[in-house]
């Protein structure tokens, strides 16, 4: 596989990991971390943020009566535990991986240090992102922009669950939605569309990062878009 990038940072949502379900899918993490491992094995060097909606989002616990930054912690919380699914799998696939997280786990993982995820990478392993930014209030779309423009990646790689990019309309609920191949920054925040937070997609168009929505629910869809194949929708200026 020939790929335009030399580093990519994939963002895989907690709907990844649990399938659609509360907590963990072990084939499904098996799966994607045998599709990571092959495309590290390709030359590309490859971080993940995870995401935690399969355990608890914030916005939910606060409309059920709880404090909106200690329901954030316990969604950040969350992102660790896939975080360290995604690591288990990584190894057995044969993947030498780090995992670094934004609050303080010792026991568990290295603290996020920029430098040292990239030296990571650079010596072939898969570094994955856990807790977030470490702050209540952001989302792990936006931390998984920010991550990407700290290590240099090329690319912002959007893994949706069964969604093969952008649409103007829920194509779940909207059967006339329409999907774009390509959309500019400015017409995404414009349309005020979902599939990401305008946060993020704010923080990547001030810095020029390129994002791709593709679907991860088929299997070999990892190694094609970072084999630069058209299979989803690219975000641009
Ligand atoms: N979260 C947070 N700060 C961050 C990242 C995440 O407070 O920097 C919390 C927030 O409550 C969020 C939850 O962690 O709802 C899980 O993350 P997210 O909803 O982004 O996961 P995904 O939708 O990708 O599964």
């Known amino acids: ?122 010596k072939g392993r898969a570094v994955v992102f856990g807790a977030g930014s470490g702050m209540p209030f952001f989302s792990t779309d936006t931390v998984s922009a920010q991550r990407a423009l700290e290590i240099h990646a090329d690319v912002l790689l959007m893994a949706k669950q069964g969604t093969d990019g952008v649409y103007d309309a829920d194509p779940r609920t909207n059967p006339d939605a329409r999907r774009f191949d390509e959309l500019t920054y400015d017409d995404f925040l414009a349309r005020d569309l979902k599939v990401a937070d305008a946060t993020a997609v704010s923080l990547a168009r001030e810095h020029q990062l390129p994002m791709v929505f593709f679907d991860l629910g088929v299997d070999g869809n990892i190694a094609r878009v970072v084999a630069g194949e058209k299979i989803g929708t690219i975000l641009h200026a």
């Open 1 to 122: 596989m020939v790929s335009p990038y030399r580093r990519v940072l994939l963002k895989l949502s907690g709907e990844a990991f649990g399938g659609g379900k509360l907590g963990v899918d072990p084939d499904v993490i098996g799966g994607i971390a045998a599709q990571i491992a092959g495309v590290v094995a390709s030359g590309v060097q490859v971080a993940i943020v995870t995401g935690g909606g399969n355990f608890f989002r914030g916005a939910e616990l606060q409309t059920r009566g709880m404090d909106r930054a200690r329901a954030d912690y316990m969604g950040m919380l969350g992102t660790v535990m896939n975080a360290l699914a995604l690591q288990d799998f990584l190894e057995k696939a044969g993947q030498p991986s780090r995992v670094q997280t934004a609050i303080a786990m010792g026991q568990v993982a290295e603290p996020y240090i920029p430098l040292r995820a990239i030296r990571h990478l650079e």
